[in-house]
């Protein structure tokens, strides 16, 4: 299988990774996000659906991201994606290295719903 041609990747995307610190009782807390690389990348929404959550409906879109091998990409990491004038952020649940070659990622994300 040929890699993804550079055409395909249209979407510019901030991979972000975690900044921990701990609380009072010593857990380990996400406090904010460090900027890692940013980098192009095809991101395709595939699923959406509401559903009612404790008294609230709470949404859950997932989205496919296919980007080129990034080194050291964990799924607790997230994805910052501009579109149409908005900043949208990807949790990242998977990350596979497609091929298992060191060159494509296949991710796997679902979309912080404020």
Request: contains cysteine; glycine residues 8%.
């Amino acid at each position: 299988m040929k890699a993804t041609p550079v055409s395909r990747m249209r979407d510019q995307v901030t991979v972000q990774s975690p900044v921990r610190t701990q609380d009072s009782y010593g857990q380990a807390v996400i406090t904010g996000w460090t900027d890692v690389a940013t980098v192009w990348a095809n991101v395709e929404p595939i699923a959406g659906r509401e559903t009612f959550y404790g008294g609230a409906v709470r949404a859950d879109v997932t989205h496919g991201v296919l980007m080129r091998y990034y080194a050291g990409l964990l799924p607790s990491w997230r994805l910052a994606w501009s579109n149409l004038g908005t900043t949208k952020y990807l949790n990242v649940e998977s990350a596979l290295d497609v091929e298992s070659r060191g060159r494509e990622h296949a991710l796997q994300c679902k979309e912080v719903v404020q």
